[in-house]
């Protein structure tokens, strides 16, 4: 028996090695720092400023701004944490001294910056890909079309409360040279999205690859043409990038080997075939399984909800004849409510340290659960009609 326990033992090790030695897993680091630099240059804040510039005059216009800007960040920089920051240090202040209520716009926030783990390049895709073999760039372009149809439902419920409550968004106009300047001064940011996604989507170069363009064009941008990456700056970013990137690794090497034990006990397969041989709805179990994820995410990161769930529930979806790349999708909207509902939802308390000090943290997550609405109806929508993840795909 201790022989055995010894011998497990040593097997921790080489299942550190084999899981972290995967190609994929190089993107990570590169797709932080990427985000790490658009971050701190500034970049984010400019998009920001074009959207709201461009929206203002639709009721709800600045938080519309705010979701657009959010998933055009996203599309640069795969970590939600960054993009709530990002577009909430610049968009908060903005939507309080216009009048907006501050639920709407601290809640808009959280919930837009969470669009950064479902639209590409997104670190959670990569994840799951590594865990559930699963093809990123797949994934990636699974993404594209549910992540833009998400932003569009959270636009049409913040047009929605504004024209039901008018007083909680005040309309906004800009001069038309503020737009021009503003749409000039954010090109740089919409070149490096096309570069990193049309890249993959091209089949030019992998994600892992693009991840090394995308980090590449960031810093050429923040250094030459906004001329924001000082030495020092260039050291935090390495910094923050090093420390953000060990985190989510050393989540990624546990979970595998919790995997690895569960795999060993056949815990997932014990579990696939007694759900395989219940005589129940597949819906049913299909929402049961997505109330399951809601509850993780209430308590665990979103890193670590797709790194331990992935390798219990996959077996059970397949079993049931559903895609992986469908439940990849599935799994990155679930996640995003996990990182805006409370007590342990990590958008929520990025946004109370960029907020005022007059807005609690009750009325971030007042502001975020209608949301969180939003996303369950994304999710019903997508399960109902699963041919929408894969339009993108079919068409590649």
């Keep these: 028996m201790l022989l055995n326990g010894i011998a497990g ?41 074009t959207a709201s510039k461009f929206t203002g005059k639709i009721p709800g216009g600045l938080a519309v701004g705010t979701v657009i800007a959010s998933a055009v960040f996203g599309a640069m920089c795969g ?25 709407l716009a601290t809640g808009s926030v959280a ?43 959270m636009i049409i419920y913040i047009i929605a409360k504004a024209y039901i409550k008018p ?25 490096l999205i096309i570069i990193v996604l049309g890249s993959i989507y091209l089949g030019i170069a992998t994600p892992t690859e693009s991840a090394a363009i995308g980090s590449l064009g960031a810093f050429f941008i923040a250094k030459f043409i906004l001329k924001k990456l000082s030495l020092k700056l260039f050291i935090e970013v390495l910094y923050a990038s090093t420390k953000t990137t060990g ?16 795999t060993r006990l056949q815990i997932p397969q014990q579990m696939a075939d007694f759900v395989a041989n219940m005589h129940m709805a597949k819906p049913i179990i299909l929402f049961a399984v997505t109330a399951l994820l809601i509850f993780l995410g209430m308590f665990l990161d979103g890193a670590s909800v797709i790194l331990i769930a992935t390798p219990i529930l996959l077996p059970v979806i397949t079993a049931l004849g559903y ?13 995003e409510m996990a990182v805006i509902t409370p007590p342990v ?41 699963p041919q929408i993840i894969f339009w993108l795909q079919a068409l590649r």
């Design 9 to 49: 033992l040593n097997a921790i090790p080489d299942i550190f090695i084999e899981k972290l030695d995967n190609f994929v897993l190089v993107a990570i680091p590169l797709y932080i720092l990427m985000g790490e630099i658009v971050f701190r240059s500034g970049m984010g804040g400019k998009l920001y400023t």
């Design 79 to 103: 970590v939600s944490i960054a993009g709530a920051a990002t577009i909430g240090s610049a968009a908060i202040p903005e939507m309080l001294n216009r009048g907006y209520d501050k639920k």
């Design 111 to 153: 919930a837009a910056g969470a669009l950064s783990l479902l639209i590409p390049p997104s670190i959670g895709f990569i994840l799951y890909g590594a865990v559930a073999d699963e093809s990123v760039g797949a994934l990636f372009t699974a993404g594209i079309v549910p992540g833009v149809i998400l932003s569009a439902m």
């Design 167 to 191: 007083h909680s968004a005040p309309k906004t106009e800009m001069p038309r040279q503020d737009k021009l300047k503003s749409a000039v001064g954010s090109l740089p940011a919409m070149i």
């Design 247 to 262: 985190m989510i690794l050393l989540i990624f090497v546990n979970a595998m080997l919790l995997g690895y034990l569960l």
């Design 323 to 335: 895609s992986k790349l469908w439940f990849g999708v599935i799994m990155m909207i679930t996640v």
């Design 345 to 385: 939802g990590l958008n929520l308390y990025v946004i109370k340290s960029v907020s005022p000090p007059s807005i609690r943290l009750n009325d971030i997550v007042s502001g975020a659960l209608p949301f969180v609405a939003v996303e369950l109806v994304a999710v019903f929508l997508f399960m109902l009609f």
